[in-house]
């Protein structure tokens, strides 16, 4: 069954400092797709990045960059030189090709950036 | 980029009432799908929304519960019936193929809370 573990709660970091978010999980299939969303106070999620099983390739976006490896199924989400903006919830995200592209969602992390 | 509209964006509710949620796609969408986010927590999949069919429901969810509809492509409901506290949470409509094959888009959410 599809499963997604993000251990950390809540992070505190002072801006300018880089953070990283750790995400694991679990799958049974072979094809399948992660994603990582932000959900700022306002609350609506906002969708950062969707990585598919066979793109290893680790990828860079501004300050955001991620890093995944299937050998550890892991999918970490760092940002560099954090801004106080960075303030939000991020969920990770798992979909599998077998389960209709249902999104199972880790328990999130609460990244406080303070100034 | 198309847009997910939700109404009512947040209600107060009483306690064994009826609420009728809705979802509005502006383009035509292969799959839409309800999450609730109790508070302080993370995304739970309630069901898919599946186009002149009954929806299909994960487990822990009822159709009784949680009737939902959907008459085309662009457009869903959901119910939550005889309410009670427990119910009280954010309801997201969301859609798949709005912002790109495979991504998952949601709506701002539907903030109930029941008395």
């Known amino acids: 069954a599809q499963k997604v573990t993000q251990a950390q709660t809540e992070i505190s970091v002072v801006e300018k400092e880089d953070v990283t978010l750790d995400c694991v999980y679990e799958?049974?299939?072979?094809?399948?797709?992660l994603f990582w969303y932000k959900q700022p106070p306002s609350g609506e999620l906002v969708f950062l990045i969707r990585?598919?099983?066979?793109?290893?390739q680790n990828e860079i976006s501004g300050r955001y960059s991620w890093n995944f490896q299937k050998s550890t199924s892991s999918f970490n989400f760092t940002i560099t030189a954090s801004q106080v903006v960075d303030s939000a919830v991020y969920f990770c995200?798992?979909?599998?090709?077998?389960?209709?592209?249902?999104?199972?969602f880790g328990a999130g992390t609460i990244l406080r950036v303070k100034s | 980029s198309a847009v997910i509209s939700q109404k009512p964006s947040r209600d107060i509710c009483q306690r064994g009432t009826s609420l009728t949620i809705q979802c509005q796609v502006d383009?035509?969408?292969?799959?839409m799908f309800w999450y609730r986010q109790q508070p302080g927590q993370s995304l739970t999949l309630i069901a898919t929304?599946?186009?002149?069919?009954?929806?299909?429901?994960e487990s822990g969810f009822v159709i009784d519960k949680f009737p939902i509809s959907r008459p085309n492509l662009t457009f869903s409901t959901l119910t939550v019936s005889n309410m009670s506290p427990e119910d009280s949470s954010i309801y997201l409509c969301?859609?798949?193929?709005?912002?790109?094959?495979?991504?998952?888009?949601f709506g701002a959410g539907s903030r109930l809370t029941v008395l």
């Open positions: 969301s859609a798949l193929g709005v912002s790109g094959a495979n991504v998952l888009t």
């Open positions: 799958t049974r299939d072979t094809t399948y797709y």
């Open positions: 990585r598919n099983s066979f793109d290893e």
């Open positions: 995200a798992l979909s599998e090709a077998l389960e209709g592209n249902k999104l199972v």
């Open positions: 383009s035509q969408v292969t799959m």
């Open positions: 929304a599946n186009q002149g069919s009954e929806a299909t429901y």
